[in-house]
């Protein structure tokens, strides 16, 4: 049974910064990341990094969204800088084993505004 834990969400001024936090228990990674969906839009992608390290992030996100893990850990990290209300949404954790079967966890709410 695989299990995420998210942290770190909450309110932030526009240009603040927050760091995101994921634990996964119960299997190994080969994909951790997040993902987002603000209210009235679908789920996008925010970053992804893989086992080896490489990493992949969303258009939007680029500069400002930096993803880190920790693999001993089972952790991934997103540190979240200068804040957007634009970023205003619940972000979802995701894992995905080396079978490549993919769970998220129960997101966390982020909202930046003034």
């Known amino acids: 049974q695989v299990q995420l834990v998210e942290s770190g969400g909450g309110l932030v001024q526009p240009g603040g910064s927050l760091r995101l936090s994921c634990v996964v228990s119960?299997?190994?990674?080969?994909?951790m990341g997040w993902d987002r969906q603000a209210p009235g839009k679908e789920r996008e992608l925010v970053a992804s990094?893989?086992?080896?390290?490489?990493?992949n992030y969303g258009d939007s996100v680029k500069g400002r969204f930096t993803i880190s893990r920790d693999i001993a850990k089972n952790m991934v990290y997103l540190q979240m800088n200068s804040l957007k209300p634009e970023d205003t949404a619940v972000y979802y954790c995701r894992f995905t084993a080396l079978n490549s079967r993919t769970w998220w966890g129960q997101g966390t709410q982020v909202t930046v505004s003034s």
């Open positions: 119960g299997n190994i990674f080969s994909v």
């Open positions: 990094i893989s086992r080896d390290g490489s990493t």
